[in-house]
Structure formats: C-alpha cells, structure tokens
C-alpha cells in the first residue's frame, strides 16, 4: 500500500468531503421539503434537476451571462415543480404513501423519457465559466477545485436563507406547521394547499441550485443524469433523518463524508464494495435508530 | 328472525354443477391456450409468452408479499438476480465453469445439475438469504422497510459486479443451458399462481391481511406480525428465485444491469395495474402491462397516417407505461381489481342465473318471496 | 380526485402533441430506388433508448446512410436493401424478442446491430440457430464468435487487439511504469484493462498501482489522491473509460497536477472528450477504429463525414457512426458476391472478404477469424483537435 495517513491527505479529503457533502445536502433539503408538507417521497425530484440544467443550456446557447443562466435554471426548476403539484400530485393527496411514491416514479419516468425524445439520449457538454472550474492550490500539493468552495458557499447561503425563512417568517412557521399537522393547521386558518406548492417551489429551485454545482463538477449533462443524484438525496435524508431540513443538510454532510472516506481508505480489493457498504450502513442505522442521526420522523416498530 | 333468506347457504344443485363447470372450463381454456402457442410454430409468440409467465411469477410473488401486507419491497429483483445466477451456475457444464469461472470454489466447480434440482437449490438459497434479511429488516415500519429493501437491491448489485470468481463481474455470463421451456415456465407459474391463491385464502393469508389494514387490531387478536410478515417475505423470495432461475436458462446470457430499476419498476407497474392484494389481477394486470407495451413498440417504427408516416417514435412504450401508470394512480388507485379475485366460477354463476331467468321462467327466490311473514309486514306497511 | 379530470386530458392531450413532433417523417426503410426484385430485409437491432443510446444511435444513423446510399447506386443484386432498425430499449430480453421477430415474421436475411455483448449474446444464439449472419456494429469482445458460433461477424476489432496496441505504444513512447485504472461497472472497460495489463506485463512494464471506479462516479478524488501519494510518479496512466465519464476524469485528474500522458481505448473517442476536459485533454492518447475529420488525409474518411455531416446536421457524434456505415457496406459486399441471400451462402461470402476498404480501416475474413485483422489508429489530442499519432498493428495479441 502507499502513505495514505499523512495529514496532508486529511485535509485533501476533508475539502472533498465538503464539496461534495454541499452538493447532496442541497439536493437532499428539497426531497425533505416535499415529503414533510405531503409524505411523498418524490422521485421525480432528480428529473426535475435535469430539465433545469437542460433550461440552462438552452438559455446558454442563446448566448446569455452565466449569472442569468443560472437564475433561468432555478426558475425554471421551481416552475417545474409548481407544474408537478398541481398536475400530478395535489389530485391525489391523502392517497396512502404507496400510491404517492409510485406516481412520483411514474412522474419520473415520463419526464425522462419527454426529455429522450426532445434532446436526445446522448450526453451534451455544459460549459461552465472559469471561475466555477478553476483549480486553486492554496499550500502544498493541495488542490482545492474552486467548485468545492463555491458549492459549500452556495449550500451556506441557500440553507441559511432557508433556515431565516422557516424560522423567522410567518409562511415559514405556516409551511413547519402543516408539515407537522396538516388538520390543525387548516384549523388555524393555513392554507395547507398554498403552503404545499411554496414547498414545491422552493424544494425545486434549491434542486435547481443544487444541479448547476452538480454539472459543473460533471460538465455533461444527458436525460438520465437525475436518477443518481435523487437516489443520494434519498439516502442522505433517510441517514440525517427523513423529512426534516436539518437532517436532510446533515445527512447529506455525512453521506458525502462516508463515500470520501470509503474511496480513500479501502483497499483496492475492496474497494469496489463501497457502495454496498454504505448502503448497509444505512440499513444498520435504520435498524438502530429509524429517525436518522437527528432521530426525527416515525420509530414506529411493528 | 329465524327464517332463513333465499339466498343463503344452501347451495342449490345447479350451483354445484357450475362450479365444476367454471373450473374445468378454465382448466381447459388455459390447457387449449397453452397448446395453441405450444404447437403454434410462432417463436415469436412462444418468447412473449414465456416472457409473460415469467413476469407472471415475479408479479404474483411480489404482491404476495407488497400486497398482502402493504409493505413496499423494492429489492425483489434482488431475489431475482440471485436466483438467477444461483441456479446458472449450479447448471453450467463442467468444462465450461473452467473456461468462465475458473476461480470458482472447488464444489461448486466440479458438478453440473439438472433444471429442476437446480431451480429449487437456486430458489432455496434465495428463501433463505430473504429470511435472514427479513428478520431484522421487517420490523421496520412503512417506508423505512421501502428504503432498506431498495438498499436491499443496491447492496445486491454491487456484491454481483465485484464477486467475479462466481459471476464474471460485469461481464456478460454466458454458457447457461437452454434448459427453459414453455412446458417448464407454465407448470412453475401455475404452480405459484396456486400456492399464492391458497395462501390469500387460508389463516396465514388473512393474518397477513388483518396485519395490513389495522395492524394494531391484529396484534390485539394475537397475530404474530413480524413472523407472519417474514413467512410470506420467504414464499415470496423463493418463487422470486425461481423465476430468476428460468428467465436465466431462457435468455442464457445475462449480466448484473438486467437486475436493476427497469426491471423494477416494469413489475410494480403490473402489480399495480392488477391490484396489489389480487392473485388473478396480477395476472391480469401483466397481461394488460405487457400487451400495451409490446403494441406500442410495434407502433414505434412509424404509423403510417394517410399518405405519410408518424415516427420513428423510439421510447413510445416507456412513455406509454408512465402515462398509463399515472392515470391508473389518479382515477383507479386499486387497478384492475383491487382486493378482489376473478373467479370464473362466479360469472359462470350469473351466467346460470340468467339461463334459469331465461330459460325456465324460475327466478332464483329472493328474500320476499321466501318469507310470507316479512310479505305480510310489507304489504300492512305500504297500505298505511 | 375528479378535479384531475380536465387536466388529465390536457396532459394527455400535451404528451401525445410532443410524442407526434418527435422526429418525425424520417423513414426506416431506405427509399427504394432499384425495382430488380423485392427489397433485401435486414434487421438492424439497435438500443436507441436506454443506457446504450448515445454510442447505438450514431451506429444506427451510419448504417442507416450507407443503406440509402446503396441504394441510391442500384442497390444489391438489383434490389433495394431494406434496413428494418429496432428499438431494444437497453434490454437484453427485448433484444432476444426483437431478434425472433425480426427472423420469424419479418424475415430477414441477416440481422446488423448492436455495440455490447450483452445484446449481442442475447440475440446471437438466435440468429445462430437459425442460420442467419449476424454482424456486430460495435461489440469489441474477441470472445464472442467463440461464445455464439459460427454465423457471428465483427465489424470492429477485438478489445485484445486495441489494448496490445495501446501498451506497445506506450511502452515505446513513455516507459515502463504505468498507473491502471478502470471502469468496474462496465464490460468492455473491465476487458480492455486486462488486455492491456496483460500485454504490458509481458512487454516488461510494470503497473506501479490499480484503482477502480464505477460508471457514473462523478467525482475521483479518492483516487487522485492515491495517485499523487505516489512516492514517484509513473510514465503514464492508462483509465480505461466509458465515453461518458472520460472527459470528467481527465479534467480532474488534470486539474490535481497530474501531467503525464493519458492513455486509453475507444471509449476516448467521442466530441465529449475535448468538450468537457478542454484543454486538460492535452497529452492525452487514446487507441480507436479511425480519426474521423472532415479534413482527414483519408479519402474514404473525409466522404463519409461529409455525407454524415449532409444528411444529418452533424458530424459523427461517435466513431460507432462509421462502424454502422462499414457494416452495411460489407454485408451489401457479402451479399453480392454470394450471388443469393441465403444464410450459409453470405456466410461463406464474408469470409472470402480481403483487404475491402472501409472507413475504419481495411477489412478481412476467413473461415478461420471472423474478427477483422485491422490496423489501430492511435490518436492524440493536441492543440484542442483528434491528431494521428500513429497507425499500427501489434505484434502480438494477448489470447481471449
């Protein structure tokens, strides 16, 4: 084996694990969003990530500034996800949670198959600006793509907005309320309905933010790409604690952390195992602690 | 009141005579059918149907388990997949394990079964991984056991990508003997079809189905949730392997990527379509899933409309399948028929009662005329 | 629930307007031109949708063209060719359901297709049972004829062939230590990188380290990391890599200060190589069937380009577009020199094939191979383009 301990490799991977625990963590606040205001796992959520970043090369290609792509992309997400609440959700709200998780995937499959059919199946570069893909070596051997950093302060941002917003602000506690009791809070004069699409939307449009930092890393992008990105959302959700922000941000953290950490430090025979190992620590901690690390959500056992 | 209502439970004589007649109808309807294809000369046919028998088994087996207890598995195919590369390479001929296993442990290396032993060792392996899995995974609750089952079938995948001594890895496996056939599949998924049946209609089937719709009811009536659960988790899984057995002896090469989400999603999509809880509706809903899905694909190299053509129009059949599944969520959640079962025995029933109607001027007597007593309270009440 | 109702059948409504704005009016068959006879059938199986799509449309589209050229010539035997092209959905049972119907109902005389052995041998015993030719647009396992049997034909080469060349190459050109990485998830990745450890162990080489990813990992920085622990760094790096993922791995290898030469197969070759890495695909060498420019020094290059570019808008999206192309244009051969369309007959006329010029090179067959003996194009990415760097065949081919 090779010197894999020394602290210059810590901290290699630490900024890794940063970078890329940013990214599934804002993918992960939009899942948790929507199934917390509808108990819906929606697996469309990866889907809607790909037309965004399809919205953003369209707009591109028309030659606009980066900073307006970006925003097209986030508008156009956020839109999508209003579409999604409203045509293929709201019906069927209070149906029980397999109906809803099915017709998400149905939801999913269809957008992805629109989007083989307009755009092709094969894989489209995005270029992005320099600054988003410029590599910074800040001491040492080190080398700090600048996409970590603007990741990380995307994520910082975004979910620190969202924390003001939910904490702070009277739709906010509006949205937290309903999520917990929808009945009392229609008592209370919210309206549930409303309060569920705002979840769509903002769910959506950090879904949005989340895939402009995604392609970046990747620099393609093709109708398939939302499958995997939702699959980690998934699983971050469940590790921090399904349904809730905070356990969607830390799960994401920790997941990015698990799979640096695995890659790194297995041996090369094993290493091909790591997925499967991080899935079942993801079954163990559900076995151990169904309510994710912040031990939020249902522990009912049966 | 203890008069006795027309209808009750003494079975008229005619009623007998139909329910044979139902069943042997059926039998013959399915044994006809089975020699038309089988004799037919269609391969084309053959394929669909052996296809169709398969996916019959991987749907029936999943709703044992997903619709009687209401607890999503989205790891099944794992079982599949298992189940396939189980019994492929209990089959494979000596000399050919040497050429594409060669790492293969020594007792396995050296012996080759035949179909059936190794279609049951395979599906017994299977049984017996799920229910080592089961016991602690089905204490879960809702959700959570979906999230664990899907794990289920990432963990799966990943383990038959990186055991290359026993599946080549990513790498296509191939030497399976051919040993699938029409005859073989159709007995096996009679065979499920039957087990799942009696199953639904026996003491463990309505535990399962009290466990699902009021599980603390259940609990207080003193069914074992968990171990009722792992029971049909196990029935289940085994048929699975099976299944995954034949699909492998009739496509003879195959790799790990048949064994993800697509294959998934197809089965819960005829689950669904057929209604989870119903043994014939998933038959039915295959059916269904797999006839619109084949007509559309013969439809996408172009429709001829008029004097030109619309198309080529490549992924119409996946498309199809998620429109049809999202309608089928909106208007009809149960499918096609929910809970319930076709029974042939009882159109044949209405069909009698018609006949006797028709025929006979009899009606079959209803409650008014059996009783003159509630005649009599009747015709006082409406003279008031 | 009933409030869907109007919505629903607006949606409905909406899915089947874009279903029918899909690209449409595009014929299948190629326009007959000849009347000599009735159209020759052939099966043209391709994954048009699914994880396949990107490298089997492109293939798909080439065979498409040299078909509809033929035909504009004469067709063959006086006949139009008419290529029946078919969505397997990535599906390796669809593909044998597809296959059967294509012989069974649509009678066809040989079955082109393909660019995976998982499709090719779940159609391959078919074809093989009932004596139909079956030649694989794009599956590069040296394998497969001895997996299916006889009817089977390779348009390219074998994987063995490609990996020797890129180690003797490499060898040659940059040294004797090497850093291997490849793609666990895939077949063909997993299959070149043997190959080439094979042949360069036995060069002389030696692999310094190992490292495996698998397909759709985004992000390498793990493995970077292992790589610049490196106490020395080795001559070059060979990543074995699907057309998908390469342009990510240079960038980020690139982009961590790894310089030397980049090494690999034909999944280099794709546009998204020089999109996607820029100029981190500087010194980056790849070993594939053909450099297809418009501007290239071969005459049968630089015309298939053009008539891609002509009737598709593009130029090949994929280096599996020729191979499409050279697979019609041999069976068209096969055909005409068999004199008839029976089975055995184009059989026998594929492996009289020498020397027939295609634009991926030259091909030949004999009873003995019925994997082409081509040469490899060896490419380099300088200056932001696909350069030559070399044209060679190996002088020895590590065994199946």
């Given at each position: 084996m090779h010197a894999i301990g020394s602290p210059e490799f810590w901290i290699q991977q630490l900024i890794n694990a940063l970078g890329l625990g940013s990214q599934y963590a804002l993918m992960a606040v939009g899942l948790a969003m929507v199934f917390a205001v509808m108990r819906l796992i929606n697996f469309a959520h990866g889907t809607v990530m790909m037309w965004s970043a399809y919205i953003g090369l369209l707009l591109l290609q028309r030659g606009l500034p980066f900073p307006l792509v970006a925003a097209g992309a986030i508008l156009g997400a956020a839109t999508l996800g209003a579409l999604m609440e409203r045509i293929a959700y709201r019906p069927i709200r209070g149906a029980p949670d397999v109906t809803l998780l099915l017709n998400s995937f149905a939801v999913a499959v269809f957008l992805e198959n629109l989007a083989v059919l307009l755009f092709s199946p094969r894989s489209r570069p995005f270029p992005m600006p320099a600054l988003l893909t410029q590599v910074l070596h800040p001491w040492g051997d080190l080398f700090l793509p600048s996409i970590h950093l603007w990741a990380f302060g995307g994520a910082l941002l975004a979910l620190g907005g969202l924390a003001f917003f939910v904490t702070r602000t009277r739709v906010g506690l509006a949205m937290r309320a309903a999520a917990e009791n929808p009945t009392a809070a229609q008592l209370m004069g919210i309206e549930v309905g409303k309060v569920t699409l705002l979840a769509f939307v903002i769910g959506?449009?950090?879904?949005?933010?989340?895939?402009?930092?995604?392609?970046?890393?990747?620099?393609?992008?093709?109708?398939?790409?939302?499958?995997?990105?939702?699959?980690?959302?998934?699983?971050?959700?469940?590790?921090?604690g399904f349904g809730t922000i905070p356990g969607a941000v830390l799960g994401g953290y920790l997941l990015g952390a698990l799979e640096i950490l695995l890659q790194g430090i297995l041996p090369s025979v094993v290493v091909g195992y790591r997925d499967a190992l991080v899935y079942a620590v993801l079954i163990l901690l559900l076995l151990v602690r169904p309510g994710g690390v912040l031990g939020y959500g249902e522990a009912e056992r049966v | 009141m203890g008069k006795q209502s027309g209808s009750e439970m003494k079975i008229l004589p005619g009623r007998r005579v139909e329910i044979w007649l139902g069943r042997s109808l059926g039998g013959l309807l399915l044994l006809g059918l089975y020699l038309l294809i089988e004799r037919g000369g269609n391969a084309y046919l053959q394929r669909l149907t052996i296809l169709f028998l398969i996916n019959v088994m991987l749907v029936v087996s999943l709703n044992l388990f997903?619709?009687?207890?209401?607890?999503?598995?989205?790891?099944?195919?794992?079982?599949?997949?298992?189940?396939?590369?189980?019994?492929?390479?209990?089959?494979?001929?000596?000399?050919?394990?040497?050429?594409?296993?060669?790492?293969?442990?020594?007792?396995?290396?050296s012996i080759a079964l035949p179909f059936l032993p190794a279609l049951l060792l395979g599906g017994l392996t299977t049984m017996i991984i799920a229910l080592l899995i089961g016991i602690p995974i089905l204490r879960l609750s809702g959700h959570f056991v979906a999230v664990a089952t899907l794990g289920f079938l990432i963990i799966t995948r990943v383990v038959l990508i990186n055991a290359e001594g026993f599946t080549r890895g990513t790498r296509t496996f191939t030497g399976v003997p051919p040993y699938t056939t029409l005859g073989w599949t159709a007995l096996w998924a009679l065979f499920n079809v039957y087990v799942a049946w009696r199953l639904k209609h026996s003491t463990l089937g309505l535990q399962l189905l009290a466990a699902r719709d009021d599980p603390w009811g259940a609990r207080g009536v003193g069914v074992a949730i968990g171990r009722v659960r792992l029971i049909a988790f196990g029935i289940s899984a085994f048929f699975t392997g099976v299944a995954g057995g034949l699909w492998a002896h009739f496509l003879t090469a195959f790799s790990p990527n048949a064994f993800y989400f697509s294959k998934t999603f197809e089965i819960i999509v005829m689950m669904i379509v057929g209604g989870m809880g119903s043994v014939t509706g998933s038959v039915l809903g295959t059916l269904l899933v797999m006839s619109v899905t084949e007509l559309l694909r013969n439809l996408e190299p172009g429709v001829a409309v008029g004097s030109f053509t619309l198309g080529p129009l490549y992924g119409l059949s996946q498309i199809g399948l998620a429109v049809l599944l999202i309608l089928l969520t909106a208007f009809r959640r149960q499918g096609l028929l929910g809970d319930r079962e076709f029974r042939l025995e009882a159109t044949i029933e209405r069909l009698g009662d018609w006949v006797r109607k028709a025929r006979f001027s009899i009606k079959a007597p209803s409650a008014r005329e059996a009783d003159p007593l509630i005649n009599e309270l009747i015709s006082k009440l409406s003279k008031r | 629930m009933r409030l869907l109702r109007p919505s629903g059948v607006l949606f409905l409504a909406f899915v089947l307007a874009v279903a029918a704005c899909a690209p449409a009016a595009t014929p299948t068959a190629a326009p007959a031109t000849p009347t000599g006879g009735p159209p020759i059938r052939i099966g043209a199986p391709f994954n048009l949708t699914g994880g396949m799509a990107s490298i089997d449309v492109p293939a798909a589209n080439g065979a498409r063209l040299a078909a509809e050229e033929i035909n504009a010539a004469g067709g063959v035997l006086g006949r139009p060719l008419e290529l029946l092209i078919r969505d397997t959905k990535t599906d390796p049972a669809t593909a044998a359901t597809v296959v059967t119907q294509l012989i069974e109902q649509d009678k066809v005389?040989?079955?082109?297709?393909?660019?995976?052995?998982?499709?090719?041998?779940?159609?391959?015993?078919?074809?093989?049972?009932?004596?139909?030719?079956?030649?694989?647009?794009?599956?590069?396992?040296?394998?497969?004829?001895?997996?299916?049997?006889?009817?089977?034909?390779?348009?390219?080469?074998?994987?063995?062939?490609?990996?020797?060349?890129?180690?003797?190459?490499?060898?040659?050109?940059?040294?004797?230590?090497?850093?291997?990485?490849?793609?666990?998830?895939?077949?063909?990745?997993?299959?070149?990188?043997?190959?080439?450890?094979?042949?360069?162990?036995?060069?002389?080489?030696?692999?310094?380290?190992?490292?495996?990813?698998?397909?759709?990992?985004?992000?390498?920085?793990?493995?970077?990391?292992?790589?610049?622990?490196?106490?020395?760094?080795?001559?070059?790096?060979?990543?074995?890599?699907?057309?998908?993922?390469?342009?990510?791995?240079?960038?980020?290898?690139?982009?961590?200060?790894?310089?030397?030469?980049?090494?690999?197969?034909?999944?280099?070759?794709?546009?998204?190589?020089?999109?996607?890495?820029?100029?981190?695909?500087?010194?980056?060498?790849?070993?594939?069937?053909?450099?297809?420019?418009?501007?290239?020094?071969?005459e049968r290059v630089r015309k298939f380009v053009t008539a891609y570019k002509q009737k598709y808008g593009t130029e090949p999206e994929a280096v599996f577009a020729a191979l499409g192309y050279d697979t019609v244009y041999v069976l068209a051969e096969a055909i005409r020199r068999a004199g008839s369309t029976d089975g055995q007959a184009i059989k026998k006329a594929l492996e009289s094939i020498r020397d027939f010029p295609a634009v991926t090179g030259v091909i030949n067959y004999s009873p003995q191979s019925h994997i082409p003996q081509k040469g490899v194009t060896v490419i380099e990415v300088k200056g932001g383009k696909f350069t030559l760097a070399a044209e060679r065949v190996p002088q020895k081919v590590p065994a199946p």
């Open positions: 959506s449009a950090m879904a949005g933010l989340a895939v402009l930092f995604w392609v970046a890393h990747i620099g393609t992008i093709q109708p398939g790409m939302g499958f995997e990105p939702v699959l980690k959302a998934f699983v971050a959700c469940v590790i921090g | 997903t619709g009687f207890t209401g607890v999503f598995s989205l790891g099944h195919i794992g079982f599949m997949a298992l189940g396939a590369y189980a019994s492929a390479i209990l089959t494979m001929p000596v000399a050919m394990k040497a050429v594409n296993l060669p790492n293969l442990p020594l007792p396995l290396a | 005389v040989a079955v082109i297709g393909f660019n995976d052995s998982d499709y090719v041998l779940a159609a391959g015993p078919i074809c093989q049972r009932a004596g139909i030719p079956f030649i694989t647009v794009g599956a590069t396992s040296p394998r497969l004829p001895g997996q299916v049997g006889d009817m089977l034909f390779l348009t390219p080469f074998g994987d063995n062939v490609q990996a020797a060349v890129g180690a003797e190459f490499a060898f040659e050109k940059f040294g004797k230590t090497a850093y291997l990485l490849w793609d666990k998830g895939a077949e063909f990745t997993t299959v070149l990188a043997k190959y080439f450890k094979d042949r360069f162990t036995e060069l002389g080489g030696s692999i310094v380290l190992e490292d495996t990813y698998q397909s759709g990992d985004k992000d390498f920085s793990a493995q970077i990391a292992k790589v610049k622990a490196l106490p020395q760094q080795p001559d070059f790096y060979y990543i074995s890599a699907l057309p998908d993922d390469v342009g990510t791995i240079v960038k980020q290898f690139r982009n961590a200060g790894i310089t030397g030469p980049i090494v690999g197969g034909d999944g280099y070759d794709t546009p998204l190589l020089i999109e996607v890495a820029g100029p981190a695909a500087e010194n980056v060498f790849f070993t594939t069937h053909s450099l297809l420019t418009a501007d290239s020094p071969n």
